[in-house]
């Protein structure tokens, strides 16, 4: 099939229009041409088709049987070239207005809230409120605009993309290690004192997933101390209570500043998806649009803080 020409694209045009409008005057005015050019396009248009379009009366047009089925189809072109044009627009604009976005606790503050001025520095116009918690908000009811959430959540009414995998690790004090020995293998962990993380949505003790062999072995060690935040548990590792597990952006920090070791690093798996969901309402929206390629530039792979962890690991 040879390629579209531009006679025929013109007259498609000229034909939706005045098939929509209903003379070749009106089709004209809308277009700011002539009616004589509005006839010749289409008629060049028919000669090409081989088909009758129209049924022309003194009066008005009349759509043939053919003239109908192509004039859904022209529509159609016509609207994807509206769209091409509006995002041409919001390309060359600076976007603008409040952004409203949720996230869980952990990655708000350890991941999102400190990219936050990168962000404004370079689209200024656009004011962030951001909220942080656990609690399944209902992103179109309190108008949330993106959703950044951890596991699989499944909503017809949202669009989702994955950001990246949240790692886990076991991790623990250098002054609790040198006291208490190093663990080599997760049945070594009934023999020290663990510090466990509870749901707060739930009320359940977090399961600690291992790779072992291929498998994923999933325990829960006897907790001498069990919290509900995700940066207690931390701190709680920090002043050599225990071992505990944690998402590597949490403890990463602790990493580098040698407060925290890897243990058991052999056995860490990539838990769950880190994913954006924001509703099909918001798809075309600039700022909404802006905000998604950050959050890709945010969550790299490998993300920065995995390779700080590894880095300590092959240390």
């Known amino acids: 099939m040879e390629p579209i020409g531009l006679d025929r694209l013109t007259g498609l045009i000229a034909f939706a229009r005045a098939a929509s409008l209903g003379s070749y005057t009106a089709a004209a005015r809308s277009l700011s041409v002539s009616p004589s050019a509005v006839s010749k396009s289409i008629q060049r248009l028919e000669q090409q088709f081989g088909l009758r379009l129209f049924s022309r009366t003194t009066r008005s047009l009349i759509?043939?049987?053919?003239?109908?089925?192509?004039?859904?189809?022209?529509?159609?072109?016509?609207?994807?070239?509206?769209?091409?044009?509006?995002?041409?627009?919001?390309?060359?604009?600076?976007?603008?207005?409040?952004?409203?976005?949720?996230?869980?606790?952990?990655?708000?503050?350890?991941?999102?809230?400190?990219?936050?001025?990168?962000?404004?520095?370079?689209?200024?116009?656009?004011?962030?409120?951001?909220?942080?918690g656990d609690r399944l908000t209902d992103l179109i009811e309190e108008g949330i605009d993106i959703a950044v959430r951890v596991g699989e959540l499944a909503d017809s009414r949202l669009i989702s993309r994955q950001l990246t995998r949240q790692r886990v690790c076991a991790f623990a004090a250098p002054a609790y290690l040198a006291r208490r020995g190093v663990p080599l293998h997760p049945d070594d962990l009934a023999h020290h004192d663990c510090v466990n993380f509870r749901y707060q949505s739930s009320g359940q003790a977090l399961r600690w997933p291992f790779n072992v062999d291929g498998r994923l072995v999933e325990v829960i060690p006897p907790p001498g101390i069990t919290v509900d935040v995700s940066d207690a548990v931390a701190?709680?590792?920090?002043?050599?209570?225990?071992?505990?597990?944690?998402?590597?952006?949490?403890?990463?920090?602790?990493?580098?500043?040698?407060?925290?070791?890897?243990?058991?690093?052999?056995?860490?798996?990539?838990?769950?998806?880190?994913?954006?969901?924001?509703?099909?309402?918001?798809?075309?929206?600039?700022?909404?649009?802006?905000?998604?390629?950050?959050?890709?530039?945010?969550?790299?792979?490998?993300?920065?803080?995995?390779?700080?962890?590894?880095?300590?690991?092959?240390?």
């Open 63 to 132: 759509l043939t049987s053919e003239g109908r089925d192509l004039h859904g189809r022209a529509l159609r072109l016509l609207r994807e070239a509206e769209a091409i044009e509006q995002a041409v627009v919001a390309a060359r604009t600076e976007p603008t207005g409040v952004l409203k976005v949720t996230a869980p606790l952990p990655i708000g503050v350890h991941v999102i809230a400190p990219a936050l001025p990168l962000f404004q520095s370079r689209h200024p116009g656009i004011s962030i409120d951001l909220r942080l």
């Open 235 to 315: 701190a709680v590792l920090v002043a050599g209570g225990g071992i505990g597990m944690s998402p590597t952006y949490v403890a990463a920090r602790h990493v580098e500043r040698g407060e925290l070791v890897p243990v058991l690093a052999e056995f860490a798996v990539d838990r769950t998806t880190v994913t954006a969901l924001w509703p099909e309402s918001r798809n075309s929206s600039p700022i909404v649009r802006v905000f998604l390629t950050f959050l890709n530039e945010i969550f790299l792979s490998p993300t920065p803080w995995d390779v700080v962890v590894r880095s300590r690991v092959s240390a």
